[in-house]
């Protein structure tokens, strides 16, 4: 039995609750596709989250000083489009009614940049529970940078709503170990312990004491039936209380409550109650059976009264802002530089004019040009999943955050790569440029995140490194192969493998002036060379995702286009063409996308139409017939890689100039 909280109005309270369900319950009926199950039980409690607790302003959706709430249990998006509609935000009753319609603001699950007021896309579970905890450090380390006494504009609370399946997911469990590691108080979630999924009950497969896990992670956790509102608010008034420990409140709710014959079961998780079954529970809470999408007057009005009282905080808070820029120039300075990411105009050129030069590996221009871009950029922050020593990707001078020690650039994310990247998706909606690094091979672990950066266009750099099976003697457990082509093969993803100094440089260049999407920088561990240019060479090629690198004095035979480690490759095995009467123009394509993507004179430019074509890169060939056209040559390895020395490697997989060479010239001397 429901429990009266102090202070409201009982029977104006109830109709509020039963307004946010049966809005969930009409619109998945309309659109008969949908999860009404878990709107209908945590309604009591996201009616208290935004009546008591969530600091927002609807008519000013992004102000940098509004609570962040988090729906990571993303199939009960009707429970958020329900409560950003009754809050006032530009949500209005048509677009419910419109659930799961193309082209509507209330898609399946919530979506960052579709609807006004979702903070992150969510749905794939335990995503959310990771931005969430991104969102929350980016607070702390604005608070950090800019904070004074009299005022902190980076300073606000994380709030969200996670469920079984949430915390069945490894990726959460990654991030909430580091949020309890890095102590962040501002973080507050209320777990829907429904005790079911698709299956049926949590039982078949979860049977552990989820509080005891996250007491051992050291999170603050408290518990309530989510029903009893009184109970709930007390459980939330601790959790605000606490600013030491991420709290998690643990509210054990009936999915579907009220539903005469679905309560309880799993046949109310993912699919309509059905019209018998819906009239059935509007019977049973009292709710009138018509009309559907009913939002009394009196409801409306008290989330009108609600965001009237939180205006006067809007208000506040802009009256301190403009206190603390007038006396804190220059930490206002750098709150504007944070919050808007900013990237200086000619950042590109800068770090291209100052590339590294010489024979090393990628990584180690990496981590030269990095250093570069974070003088440049104060938003870049980043680190790596324990592989630092290996990725070569700390800011020197800069500390690591750590609990309590927010003012760093650096994270030590331990052997957590979906945690990390699920983090720094988090940290690039609150204010930063994040990048994330481990070995290449390692973005299979990490790659549900990596493609929610893309479907959010975030701006998040992964750097991953030993991109080949040219690492060698860790062996095919740890050399990429079809790594490079699955993720070009994601929308919106820039993938850049650069073969030398400059075209790291470029690179970076590139992720840093992207502002909507990520960008992936595949390096090498073994050295190269540094690479000859034609004096005709512009920098402004670098742009173009491809780019002419070798001309042959006499007219070409073949053109040979390859990638990182293998563009030097190719200029070794077309001297040797050369000399066998065939002369070879090199194209080096560090973005076979970007290159892609420009108009046809470039591209004919590059790569003349009609002429004999190779892509030469150690890793799938799947993509490359785009380059190469069907009658190309693709070389590649199509297979798993080997456990032993690099020159061992090269040899046996034939990436040596003079088998590259041979290989050309006997694919040339068969007709076309």
């Not at 059905?274 to 009309?291: F, I, T, V, Y």
């Not at 080949?468 to 062996?475: A, I, K, P, R």
């Given at each position: 039995?429901?429990?009266?909280?102090?202070?409201?109005d009982?029977?104006?309270?109830?109709?509020?609750?039963?307004?946010?369900?049966?809005?969930a319950?009409?619109a998945?009926?309309?659109?008969?596709?949908?999860?009404?199950?878990m709107?209908?039980?945590?309604?009591?409690?996201?009616?208290?989250?935004?009546?008591r607790?969530?600091r927002y302003?609807?008519q000013?959706?992004?102000?940098p000083?509004?609570?962040?709430?988090?729906?990571?249990a993303?199939?009960?998006?009707?429970l958020?489009y329900?409560?950003?509609h009754l809050?006032?935000?530009?949500l209005?009753?048509?677009?419910l009614?419109?659930?799961r319609?193309?082209?509507?603001?209330?898609?399946?699950?919530?979506?960052?940049g579709?609807?006004?007021?979702?903070e992150?896309?969510?749905?794939?579970?335990g995503q959310g529970?990771?931005?969430?905890?991104?969102l929350?450090?980016a607070?702390r380390?604005?608070?950090?940078?800019?904070?004074t006494?009299e005022?902190?504009?980076?300073?606000?609370?994380v709030?969200?709503?996670?469920?079984?399946?949430?915390?069945?997911?490894?990726?959460?469990?990654?991030?909430?170990s580091?949020a309890?590691?890095?102590g962040?108080?501002n973080?507050?979630?209320?777990y829907?312990?429904?005790?079911?999924?698709?299956e049926?009950?949590?039982?078949?497969?979860?049977?552990?004491?989820?509080?005891?896990?996250?007491?051992?992670?050291g999170?603050?956790v408290?518990h309530a039936?989510?029903q009893?509102?009184?109970?709930?608010?007390?459980a939330l008034?601790a959790?605000?209380?606490?600013?030491?420990?991420?709290?998690?409140v643990?509210a054990?709710?009936?999915?579907?409550?009220?539903a005469?014959?679905k309560?309880?079961t799993?046949?109310?998780?993912g699919?309509?109650?059905?019209?018998?079954?819906?009239?059935?529970?509007?019977?049973?809470?009292g709710w009138?059976e018509?009309?559907?999408?009913?939002?009394?007057?009196d409801?409306?009005?008290?989330?009108?009264?609600?965001?009237?009282?939180?205006?006067r905080?809007?208000?506040?808070w802009?009256?301190a802002?403009?206190r603390?820029?007038a006396?804190?120039?220059?930490?206002?300075?750098?709150w504007d530089?944070?919050v808007?990411?900013?990237?200086?105009?000619?950042?590109f050129?800068?770090l291209v004019a100052?590339?590294?030069?010489?024979?090393?590996?990628?990584?180690?221009?990496g981590?030269?040009?990095?250093q570069?871009a974070?003088?440049?950029v104060?938003?870049l922050?980043?680190?790596a999943?324990?592989?630092?020593?290996?990725t070569?990707?700390?800011?020197k001078?800069?500390?690591?955050?750590?609990?309590?020690d927010?003012?760093?650039?650096?994270?030590?994310?331990?052997?957590?790569?979906?945690?990390?990247?699920?983090?720094?998706?988090?940290?690039s909606?609150?204010?930063?440029?994040?990048y994330?690094a481990s070995?290449?091979i390692?973005?299979d672990?990490?790659?549900?995140?990596?493609?929610?950066?893309?479907?959010?266009r975030r701006?998040?750099?992964?750097v991953?490194?030993?991109?080949?099976?040219?690492?060698?003697?860790?062996?095919?457990?740890h050399?990429?192969i079809?790594q490079?082509?699955?993720l070009?093969?994601?929308?919106n993803?820039l993938?850049?493998?650069?073969?030398?100094?400059?075209?790291t440089?470029?690179?970076w260049g590139?992720a840093?002036?992207?502002r909507?999407?990520?960008?992936?920088?595949?390096?090498t561990?073994?050295?190269?060379?540094?690479?000859?240019r034609p004096?005709?060479?512009e920098?402004?090629?670098?742009?173009?995702?491809?780019?002419?690198?070798?001309?042959p004095a006499?007219?070409?035979a073949?053109?040979l286009i390859?990638?990182?480690?293998?563009?030097?490759?190719?200029?070794?095995?077309?001297?040797?063409?050369?000399s066998?009467g065939?002369?070879?123009?090199?194209?080096?394509?560090?973005s076979p996308?970007l290159?892609?993507?420009q108009?046809a004179?470039?591209?004919?430019?590059?790569l003349?139409p009609g002429?004999?074509?190779?892509?030469?890169?150690a890793?799938s060939?799947?993509g490359?017939?785009r380059?190469?056209?069907?009658?190309?040559?693709?070389?590649?390895?199509d297979?798993?890689?080997?456990?032993?020395?690099l020159?061992?490697i090269?040899?046996?997989?034939g990436?040596t100039?003079?088998?590259i060479?041979?290989?050309?010239?006997?694919?040339?001397s068969?007709?076309?």
């Amino acid at each position: 039995m429901t429990t009266q909280a102090p202070g409201i109005d009982a029977a104006l309270e109830q109709r509020a609750v039963n307004t946010i369900r049966f809005l969930a319950v009409d619109a998945v009926e309309q659109a008969k596709s949908g999860h009404p199950g878990m709107p209908m039980g945590m309604a009591d409690v996201a009616y208290l989250l935004w009546t008591r607790y969530l600091r927002y302003q609807p008519q000013d959706p992004a102000w940098p000083g509004r609570d962040r709430f988090v729906l990571s249990a993303g199939h009960g998006s009707m429970l958020l489009y329900a409560m950003l509609h009754l809050a006032g935000y530009d949500l209005p009753l048509e677009e419910l009614k419109r659930f799961r319609r193309l082209k509507s603001r209330t898609p399946g699950h919530p979506e960052y940049g579709v609807t006004v007021g979702v903070e992150t896309t969510t749905g794939p579970l335990g995503q959310g529970f990771g931005n969430a905890v991104g969102l929350a450090l980016a607070s702390r380390m604005l608070s950090a940078r800019c904070a004074t006494p009299e005022f902190d504009p980076g300073a606000h609370r994380v709030f969200g709503i996670v469920s079984d399946g949430d915390l069945m997911e490894g990726v959460a469990s990654e991030a909430a170990s580091l949020a309890g590691h890095w102590g962040l108080g501002n973080l507050k979630l209320v777990y829907d312990q429904n005790h079911i999924s698709i299956e049926g009950d949590t039982a078949l497969a979860f049977t552990e004491d989820v509080g005891k896990r996250f007491e051992a992670y050291g999170w603050q956790v408290g518990h309530a039936n989510a029903q009893d509102r009184a109970a709930v608010a007390r459980a939330l008034d601790a959790a605000a209380a606490e600013t030491a420990r991420p709290s998690l409140v643990i509210a054990t709710s009936t999915i579907a409550y009220g539903a005469p014959h679905k309560a309880g079961t799993a046949a109310a998780h993912g699919e309509p109650l059905g019209a018998e079954e819906a009239l059935a529970a509007k019977r049973a809470l009292g709710w009138p059976e018509q009309p559907a999408f009913l939002v009394p007057d009196d409801v409306r009005g008290l989330f009108t009264e609600r965001a009237a009282a939180l205006r006067r905080d809007y208000d506040a808070w802009h009256a301190a802002l403009k206190r603390w820029r007038a006396a804190h120039a220059d930490r206002a300075a750098l709150w504007d530089q944070l919050v808007e990411r900013r990237v200086p105009p000619d950042g590109f050129e800068r770090l291209v004019a100052n590339a590294p030069a010489g024979p090393a590996a990628t990584r180690a221009h990496g981590n030269a040009v990095l250093q570069q871009a974070a003088a440049l950029v104060p938003a870049l922050v980043g680190g790596a999943a324990d592989l630092e020593p290996s990725t070569r990707t700390a800011i020197k001078g800069s500390t690591a955050i750590q609990r309590g020690d927010f003012v760093g650039r650096n994270f030590h994310f331990g052997v957590r790569e979906h945690g990390m990247a699920a983090i720094l998706n988090g940290l690039s909606l609150g204010g930063f440029i994040p990048y994330g690094a481990s070995f290449l091979i390692f973005t299979d672990y990490a790659r549900p995140a990596i493609r929610l950066s893309a479907l959010m266009r975030r701006q998040v750099v992964w750097v991953f490194t030993h991109d080949s099976v040219f690492l060698g003697e860790d062996g095919p457990t740890h050399e990429p192969i079809e790594q490079l082509a699955s993720l070009r093969a994601i929308p919106n993803m820039l993938v850049i493998r650069p073969a030398d100094g400059i075209e790291t440089a470029a690179a970076w260049g590139l992720a840093l002036e992207r502002r909507d999407g990520p960008t992936l920088i595949a390096l090498t561990r073994q050295n190269l060379p540094a690479l000859e240019r034609p004096a005709s060479f512009e920098p402004a090629a670098l742009r173009r995702g491809g780019y002419v690198l070798r001309e042959p004095a006499a007219s070409a035979a073949v053109t040979l286009i390859a990638t990182g480690s293998e563009v030097s490759l190719a200029a070794a095995a077309a001297v040797l063409l050369d000399s066998r009467g065939l002369p070879a123009r090199v194209v080096s394509m560090p973005s076979p996308q970007l290159f892609l993507a420009q108009d046809a004179a470039w591209r004919e430019r590059v790569l003349p139409p009609g002429g004999r074509r190779v892509s030469i890169e150690a890793g799938s060939t799947v993509g490359w017939d785009r380059i190469v056209g069907e009658r190309g040559l693709a070389i590649g390895i199509d297979r798993f890689g080997e456990s032993a020395p690099l020159a061992e490697i090269q040899q046996h997989f034939g990436f040596t100039p003079d088998k590259i060479a041979a290989r050309i010239a006997d694919w040339l001397s068969k007709p076309a």
